[in-house]
């Protein structure tokens, strides 16, 4: 399953960079998120590798995310690894103004496990919304400094 989500931030581009290659950032917009941990490589570094630990009540989730091309300020493309599926993420950034960055997520889903493949084929609207969440939930970090970490998921 593959699709295309794209928000506008009112950030310049460095600034955006900033934030959303910060680790440290991520509980800010990343819901459920309890904890990250690098494991092998140069953080951020093509190769590196990092596991992710989210918590979404009944669901708990670990993820290794793999650096695949880090091309900041304009591009970085991550796979994300986890029992019954993988998705890559090709993630492009292009400043339309002074005070604005263009946020394009290119996401590949690739399901397994049996399960998995039938909820992409059910319910593809709830991965692109998912992604969607995120990417508004980066935008009021970003803008307002708004953080998601103290809200219930």
Known sequence: MKYTTEIYVELPLNEFIKKFN??????????GLVSYDHISGIPGEVGSKMILIYDFGRRKMELTETII????????????????????????FESTGV???????????????????????????????????????FKNFAEKNISVSNEKN
Do not use: C
């Open 22 to 31: 910060d680790p440290h950032n991520l509980k800010h917009w990343q819901r």
């Open 99 to 137: 005070n604005q960055t263009k946020w394009v997520s290119k996401n590949e889903f690739i399901p397994t496990g049996f399960a998995l493949r039938l909820m992409t084929l059910i319910m593809p609207g709830a991965f692109k919304k998912q992604t969607k969440k995120y990417m508004l939930d």
């Open 69 to 92: 091309e880090n091309n900041l300020p304009h591009s970085m493309y991550s796979s994300y690894d986890t029992n019954g599926m993988s998705n890559i993420q090709k993630n492009y």
